[in-house]
């Protein structure tokens, strides 16, 4: 077996911001293993390792040199290599010559020559000294910066390169740093610079010297650690996947502590104490075991434990400083109530040309009562004014001191100002619900108001939108509309809700007085398409691509689609499916040729064509309310007594009869029988095998 060692590389930056390293030592995984194939290097597991000042590649097991390679290349035809003789032409020995092989290494087969050539493997070592800065250079970032007179772009300035494969240093030079076997250390605790001798003792050498490079291994120190901070303070550490993946990038040598704040502001509600603390000051809130929340917090430092008291101090002061703006915010937002707050809506622009806040909220209130309506029974007179309600006062915060300097808080203080005003619960809930999900993995709304509320700002949002025709593309959301419309979807199905949406959106366009009739078509087909694609994702987890593709073509009734495609799985695994379809399929085909469905009963002259109209009416009408019910596996069973008339028609009815109006009727009767079908699925979408 061939020798191999271990690769290092290390870039050495400013630092980068804790967003985007994920996404960077990802990035670098895939261009390391694409850059090592396409060389023909072969390699154990690469592992990317990153903190702030970091970004670090570990690759087991380099084999010391390229893989040989021996490839086959075409010359010229046996009638221009070889004369008569058997001797090579000029041609044959010039294409040899260009080969770099002998002319009497030439091989003749299925009337060519070919030259056998064969390379042999590089050292290793002199590829990396192209390959590393290559991949260096390909790296790419949101955002960019340049410095000096340099034309390099990367996230920080580089300030140092370790480039080492095994003891050996690999020689290189990106943006006037020349790559070594020196690294630096942590900016405070430890002396600065260190050497690395080998590849083999990077990870060691780093939390020598206070850089903890594994950020595996960081995250559980910080876990760790919080949690054992926070039980000796008699809590327990709310510790959120976000919170911790930022911290995690932020420090290099992780130590957690604890701090106070004055229990006073344990008044505010807890939401307007853990946002400031959270997503302002990144700290973690603590909780007692019955989910109260506590005057503590804790905070990670980027550093030891040395001066802990004045840590704490400075974190104490920045929070309280938080705290007091919240408790102002609050107090004087106390001054109004929803309603109060809800007339300075008039003030603010819900989007260019589509008037204030306060117009939206009044649309709000239409679509609400418009979905209450075509739910119908699903929902009771209380759970519909409760949806009025939140929707006349869902957007009122928007406006309040405490939204206006912690907008994360959109909904949430919606809520708790709306239980204040003495609002009922449900209408409380539903002013936060219905932002819901608020980011991916987020829950859906749970009470009924909620939901109703959800959709509605949701649609109008998605309409209003589409409206100015600004529909995404590409990666360009800037509203957010896909994560909307995944929400609209899931909400749905998750409700057991059948509505139509074309009639919803035809509402919303109305509301939002979109008179240009062509305007709204394309606008409904817009909608429908978006609504498509994400309908089509959801299925895609789960179901097979042509059942998704034969229910996905009307998509009005986005939860009776998933109730079809259900169906037609469960369907396509009895055993008469194949034959059942291929006779649906054959009715598919020749309806296309029909103009009308409207049948002349005393046009049907021959026994299997009276048996099929038979058939098809008593079916029809069982059938049809089967799938009104939206019962798709009773329907399909009802459907499949038609597939033995469809089968003896086709078998004895000449369809294109000489006679016209009988051919017109027979046609007729089979589009009938075809929209039927079309009810449930496009069945020549499904790929059978009999």
């Keep these: ?34 850059s090592f194939q396409e060389s023909r290097i072969e390699v154990g597991e690469v592992q990317t390792l990153g903190t702030p000042r970091r ?25 221009i290599a070889f004369y008569a003789d058997g001797k090579l032409t000029k041609a044959a020995i010039g294409f040899a010559r260009g080969q770099k092989i002998n002319p ?22 002199e590829i990396l000294k192209t390959l590393l800065p290559e991949i260096i250079c390909k790296l790419n970032f949101p955002n960019n910066m340049r410095w000096g007179n340099l034309d390099f772009k990367f996230i920080r300035p580089l300030r140092w390169i370790v480039a080492l494969l095994g003891d050996e240093v690999i020689p290189f030079e990106v943006a006037n740093v020349q790559s070594g ?8 605790l430890s002396q600065g610079e260190f050497v690395i001798d080998s590849a083999d003792d990077y990870v060691d050498a780093c939390e020598k010297n206070f850089v903890i490079v594994d950020q595996n291994q960081r995250r559980a120190m910080i876990t760790a650690q919080i949690e054992a901070v926070a039980k000796e303070r008699g809590g327990k550490a709310e510790i959120s996947e976000e919170l911790l993946e930022e911290v995690l990038y932020l420090v290099e040598y992780p130590t957690a502590l604890a701090g106070d704040f004055e229990i006073k ?58 705290l007091e703006d919240a408790q102002f915010f609050f107090n004087e937002d106390r001054k109004k109530n929803l309603d109060q707050h809800r007339e300075k809506l ?144 899931n909400m749905l199905v998750e409700s057991n809700w059948s509505i139509s949406m074309t009639e919803l959106v035809e509402t919303s366009l109305d509301l939002l007085k979109v008179t240009d009739k062509v305007g709204r078509e394309k606008i409904q087909n817009d909608f429908a398409e978006f609504m498509k694609l994400r309908l089509k994702n959801i299925l895609s987890d789960s179901t097979r691509y042509d059942v998704i593709d034969a229910v996905i073509y009307d998509v009005d009734d986005i939860y009776a689609v998933t109730l079809k495609a259900t169906a037609l799985e469960q369907f396509l695994a009895t055993t008469e499916a194949v034959k059942n379809i291929q006779s ?13 469905d409207e049948v002349a009963e005393n046009l049907i002259r021959l026994e299997a064509e009276q048996v099929l109209y038979k058939a098809f009416e008593a079916v029809q009408v069982v059938a049809g309310e089967l799938i009104d019910k939206k019962d798709f596996i009773g329907a399909l069973d ?33 589009k009938s029988v075809d929209e039927l079908f079309a009810r449930i699925a496009d069945f020549g979408k499904l790929v059978v095998n009999g």
């Design 104 to 125: 009497e290494d030439l091989i003749t087969r299925d009337g060519y020559v070919y030259a056998v050539v064969k390379e042999g493997g590089k050292k290793t070592s």
């Design 584 to 596: 649906f399929v054959r009715v598919s085909n020749i309806a296309k040729k029909a103009e009308t």
């Design 265 to 322: 502001y344990l008044n505010l509600p807890p939401d307007a104490v853990i946002t400031p603390m959270r997503d302002h000051q990144r700290y973690f809130p603590v909780k007692t075991a019955d989910g109260k929340l506590m005057p503590i917090f804790i905070t990670v430092r980027n550093g030891g434990k040395d001066y802990l008291d004045i840590v704490q101090h400075g974190n104490e002061r920045v929070l309280k400083a938080r």
């Design 346 to 489: 008039k003030t603010v622009v819900f989007q260019e040309s589509l008037g204030s806040m306060y117009e939206k909220t009044q649309r709000l209130v239409k679509l609400s009562e418009k979905i209450s309506e075509m739910l119908g029974e699903k929902v009771s007179a209380v759970e519909r004014q409760n949806a009025i309600r939140a929707a006349e006062i869902s957007k009122a915060d928007l406006v309040t001191g405490m939204v206006t300097e912690f907008t994360e808080l959109q909904g949430v203080m919606g809520r708790e100002y709306a239980k204040l005003d003495g609002e009922i619960s449900e209408v409380a809930t539903a002013i936060d619900e219905h932002y819901m999900p608020r980011f991916a993995g987020d829950s859906q709304p749970k009470t009924t108001a909620g939901r109703i509320l959800s959709l509605a700002d949701k649609v109008d949002n998605i309409v209003a939108t589409f409206s100015r025709g600004l529909v995404p593309t590409g990666s360009q959301d800037p509203f957010a509309l896909r994560r909307q419309a995944l929400g609209i979807v």
């Design 638 to 670: 009802a459907l499949k007594k038609l597939s033995a008339p469809i089968d003896s028609f086709f078998d004895s009815v000449m369809v294109m009869d000489e006679d016209l109006q009988i051919r017109k009727n027979r046609l007729a009767l089979l």
């Design 55 to 79: 970004i670090s590649m570990l690759v087991k097991n380099v084999s010391e040199s390229q893989a040989d390679v021996e490839e086959e290349k075409r010359g010229p035809s046996a009638k």
């Design 181 to 188: 076997k020196i690294s630096r250390g942590h900016r405070v």
């Design 1 to 34: 077996m061939a020798e191999t060692k271990n690769l290092l590389l290390e870039i050495g930056t400013e630092e980068i911001p804790a967003h985007v390293m994920p996404l960077i030592l990802i990035q670098l995984k895939d261009l390391a293993e694409k």
